[in-house]
């Protein structure tokens, strides 16, 4: 009976070995040419830095040319709407971070539908914000301090941001909603403009990347008081999240890579495999944990999953808080 069910076993072990090893078997006649992946934003940004390493590394493991092309303007949707008019053949890729679940929201005048017009790969993984506030004009120490604040001033308590629509301008229009206050926004070009007047007292508080805001932490001019990921950071372990306070709440940037609509289903199954394994390689997920992102890695159908969410979570907010572009 023991010898059988080792039998069993060890079939069943074959079994799943031998769907492991096709998963990562290259379609027929798929790759023999260099891929593109396009970003929407420049180089040198934090796009572009993942972009290109977990591109690199693709490139290592499938034998091929993966070249990054950096087609900027309009938050991404350029970038997007060519890729999206691009050849399914599988050697035209997109990365984009969480602006391709907001911006149909935003405006009705994207050229291309955020779902309909693309394939899922996978989820690079997410980046969650952090609530840095001035240390002079909003001298809080907890989110439950600076809620307390809000309520007794409606509209006081100034916070800036990197545009009108932008990521981190939604992640507090979500925690004011849940939190049941309100407050002003300054929404400026770029977190940079924001950064600096946060440092001048011109503003409050705003809610910034990890990478971005570890650098500000030491200056001992502002402090950050939350974290809008489920778990803690390992970056900034005594920093508490917000949903510690505000049960649910959860917001944060994420990038992920997508292929045109009608590409066909056994190259995006490869390139979500080649790509989870450059993601997850020792040398590029040390570059990304240093940089604060929550790896992820997922299947096309986890990530399918997680967009709708994304969109409809977003587009609830923009209507609620009444975002407009400007």
Not at 45 to 66: A, C, H
Not at 70 to 91: E, R
Not at 127 to 145: F, S
Request: net charge neutral; charged share 15%.
């Amino acid at each position: 009976m023991y010898k059988r069910i080792a039998l069993l076993g060890g079939m069943l072990l074959c079994a799943l070995g031998a769907s492991f090893a096709l998963a990562q078997t290259p379609p027929p006649g798929y790759p023999t040419k260099p891929l593109k992946v396009i970003l929407g934003f420049p180089a040198g940004g934090t796009s572009d830095k993942i972009g290109r390493i977990v591109s690199n590394k693709l490139s290592e493991d499938i034998g091929q040319p993966v070249v990054v092309e950096n087609k900027t303007g309009a938050n991404g949707i350029i970038a997007t709407d060519f890729v999206a008019k691009s050849p399914p053949d599988g050697y035209t890729l997109l990365m984009v971070p969480s602006g391709h679940a907001i911006n149909n929201s935003l405006s009705d005048k994207v050229p291309y539908d955020p779902v309909k017009d693309f394939e899922t790969i996978t989820l690079v993984g997410t980046v969650p914000m952090v609530a840095v506030v001035n240390d002079t004009r909003m001298p809080v120490k907890n989110i439950a301090e600076l809620i307390a604040k809000a309520k007794a001033d409606p509209g006081k308590i100034v916070f800036g941001s990197g545009g009108a629509g932008s990521s981190n301008q939604l992640a507090v229009e979500l925690f004011s909603t849940m939190a049941g206050i309100k407050m002003t926004h300054v929404p400026y070009r770029g977190d940079t403009p924001g950064i600096t007047d946060l440092m001048g007292g011109q503003i409050d508080m705003i809610f910034l990347n990890i990478p971005a805001a570890l650098p500000l932490l030491s200056s001992g001019k502002v402090h950050a008081i939350g974290i809008t990921s489920k778990a803690r950071s390992p970056l900034l372990p005594n920093v508490p999240t917000i949903a510690e306070t505000i049960p649910g709440y959860e917001a944060g940037s994420w990038h992920g890579f997508f292929a045109p609509a009608k590409t066909p289903k056994a190259i995006v199954n490869y390139l979500s495999v080649e790509l989870a394994k450059a993601i997850n390689s020792p040398q590029v997920k040390q570059v990304l944990v240093a940089d604060g992102v929550d790896v992820v890695a997922n299947t096309p159908e986890e990530f399918a999953a997680f967009l709708n969410v994304e969109i409809d979570k977003w587009a609830k907010i923009i209507k609620t808080a009444n975002v407009k572009l400007q």
